[in-house]
């Protein structure tokens, strides 16, 4: 007779507590601190009534006078709705409240700004708009977060209009500012400038608009634009209002095929669509050729494919060189604005940043290095002072005899 061995099953409780993943998030990545110590009754009266009326009078007076006396100047509400998660989709805001603590984690760590994450159960834009707009006299700044497009651009749109402190869509905007950044460095390194450069954007999205839009304002040569079903445009039905704009400004030479048929001796790949592109594509591109493969987890084509037909190859990835990763942007936007006490991020300002950024390796480059790793630790300063210097240029700052 022989006994059988039955090993009992792990409950989700152990499997939880085997991955680090978990054992770093458990209880949250977040608290709050006081900036001052209440040791006796002398210091409740002045943090606390009847000291503290005295400064909020002074304050219904001067509004302004709350970004001095109260937390506003340096505080940035990162709000989602959750249905645009990583490349997670729609989740939800509660499943969406580890990746906004880790934004904020990030803005502290990287730039001292301090943060507060806001999950909104609320996906309709008039709801969204008012709720953010609402909250807005407790902070600084808006950050924008994983808000589905093309949704996301009249939340921001909206938001700016009613609102007189940085709103800030980090799904375009900071991927735009670093994708701007590392392309100059690329194009240096290979003896072009933007303008010598035709580029095939592939993804019509957030993050796709956004950099299409900033390289050209940039004078990139010329920029292709495709989605999931083929290149934009004029001739398209089937675009969205947003998606007709970058058709009308965009493809000057007429392509209107598949993203492939657009790579055709193009210089420059920028994958934001979460698809594949085949190495025939690849190699079917102009000589020092530049792919930016954006899509995470998994890139467009693999890096190292990619590479035996670039010059030049970059990622979202931290495991491969050229880490195309907001945390090089947001921080230092951020940390500027809030620093000039801006009004607005205008788009000057975003330039501003992405050639601070670019700046900062100049000297530096080659072709596993034409941005700059996230611990570097002249990111953030080189950003700020780009950012807070271009705010008085441009006549946004809030702050006193400026």
Same mark, same amino acid.
């Given at each position: 007779?022989?006994?059988?061995? /039955?090993?009992?099953?792990?409950?989700?409780?152990?499997?939880?507590?085997?991955?680090?993943?978990?054992?770093?998030? +458990?209880?949250?990545?977040?608290?709050?601190?006081?900036?001052?110590?209440?040791?006796?009754?002398?210091?409740?009266?002045?943090?606390?009534?009847?000291?503290?009326?005295?400064? %909020?009078?002074?304050?219904?007076?001067?509004?302004?006078?709350?970004?001095?006396?109260?937390?506003?100047?340096?505080?940035?509400?990162?709000? /989602?709705?959750?249905?645009?998660?990583?490349?997670?989709?729609?989740?939800?805001?509660?499943?969406?409240?580890?990746?906004?603590?880790?934004?904020? $984690?990030?803005?502290?760590?990287?730039?001292?700004?301090?943060?507060?994450?806001? %999950?909104?159960? %609320?996906?309709?834009?008039?709801?969204?708009?008012?709720?953010?707009?609402?909250?807005?006299?407790?902070?600084?700044?808006?950050? $924008?977060?994983?808000?589905?497009?093309?949704? %996301?651009?009249?939340?921001?749109?909206?938001?700016?209009?009613?609102?007189?402190?940085?709103?800030?869509?980090?799904?375009?905007?900071? !991927?735009?500012?670093?994708?701007?950044?590392?392309?100059?460095?690329?194009?240096?390194?290979?003896?072009?400038?933007?303008?010598?450069?035709?580029?095939?954007?592939?993804?019509?999205?957030?993050?796709?608009?956004?950099?299409?839009?900033?390289?050209?304002?940039?004078?990139?040569?010329?920029?292709?634009?495709?989605?999931?079903?083929?290149?934009?445009?004029?001739?398209?039905?089937?675009?969205?209002?947003?998606?007709?704009?970058?058709?009308?400004?965009?493809?000057?030479?007429?392509?209107?095929?598949? !993203? +492939?048929?657009?790579?055709?001796?193009?210089?420059?790949?920028?994958?934001?669509?979460?698809?594949?592109?085949?190495?025939?594509?690849?190699?079917?591109?102009?000589?020092?050729?530049?792919?930016?493969?954006?899509?995470?987890?998994?890139?467009?084509?693999?890096?190292?494919?990619?590479?035996?037909?670039?010059?030049?190859?970059?990622?979202?990835?931290?495991?491969?060189?050229?880490?195309?990763?907001?945390? $090089?942007?947001?921080?230092?936007?951020?940390?500027?604005?809030?620093?000039?006490?801006?009004?607005?991020?205008?788009?000057?300002?975003?330039?501003?940043?992405?050639?601070?950024?670019?700046?900062?390796?100049?000297? +530096?480059?080659?072709?596993?290095?034409?941005?700059?790793?996230?611990?570097?630790?002249?990111?953030?300063?080189?950003?700020?002072?780009?950012?807070?210097?271009?705010?008085?240029?441009?006549?946004?700052?809030?702050?006193?005899?400026?």
């Amino acid at each position: 007779m022989t006994t059988e061995i /039955t090993t009992p099953p792990i409950s989700l409780a152990a499997l939880l507590a085997q991955d680090p993943a978990f054992r770093l998030h +458990e209880g949250g990545k977040l608290t709050t601190r006081p900036s001052v110590q209440v040791r006796d009754v002398h210091d409740l009266s002045l943090a606390y009534t009847p000291g503290v009326a005295r400064v %909020c009078t002074a304050i219904a007076e001067r509004p302004e006078l709350a970004d001095d006396y109260t937390w506003r100047s340096n505080v940035v509400a990162v709000v /989602t709705d959750g249905t645009a998660v990583l490349g997670l989709g729609n989740i939800g805001p509660t499943a969406a409240m580890p990746v906004m603590e880790g934004k904020s $984690l990030l803005f502290k760590q990287f730039a001292g700004v301090d943060s507060v994450p806001l %999950c909104l159960d %609320c996906t309709d834009v008039d709801e969204l708009v008012e709720t953010i707009a609402r909250m807005a006299p407790s902070f600084g700044g808006i950050n $924008l977060e994983d808000i589905s497009a093309p949704r %996301c651009f009249e939340v921001e749109r909206r938001l700016k209009e009613l609102l007189d402190i940085p709103v800030f869509h980090d799904d375009q905007h900071g !991927t735009a500012i670093v994708v701007l950044a590392a392309l100059r460095n690329a194009a240096k390194l290979t003896g072009r400038r933007l303008w010598d450069l035709r580029a095939v954007v592939a993804g019509a999205g957030a993050s796709g608009l956004a950099v299409t839009s900033m390289l050209m304002n940039a004078g990139i040569g010329e920029v292709v634009v495709s989605d999931s079903k083929g290149v934009l445009h004029q001739g398209r039905k089937d675009l969205n209002p947003y998606k007709a704009l970058i058709a009308a400004t965009t493809n000057q030479s007429g392509y209107n095929g598949t !993203t +492939e048929d657009a790579l055709i001796g193009a210089d420059v790949f920028i994958g934001l669509s979460g698809s594949t592109i085949s190495e025939d594509a690849i190699a079917s591109m102009a000589s020092n050729s530049i792919v930016f493969a954006l899509s995470n987890p998994e890139p467009e084509i693999h890096p190292e494919i990619a590479r035996e037909h670039a010059a030049i190859v970059a990622t979202g990835r931290s495991d491969f060189p050229n880490q195309i990763n907001n945390v $090089l942007a947001f921080p230092g936007v951020f940390r500027g604005a809030l620093s000039a006490r801006a009004s607005a991020v205008t788009e000057n300002m975003k330039v501003a940043a992405a050639l601070a950024l670019s700046a900062v390796v100049e000297e +530096e480059l080659s072709a596993d290095r034409i941005i700059p790793e996230p611990f570097d630790p002249r990111v953030v300063p080189a950003v700020a002072a780009a950012v807070a210097d271009q705010a008085r240029r441009d006549g946004v700052t809030r702050l006193p005899g400026i």
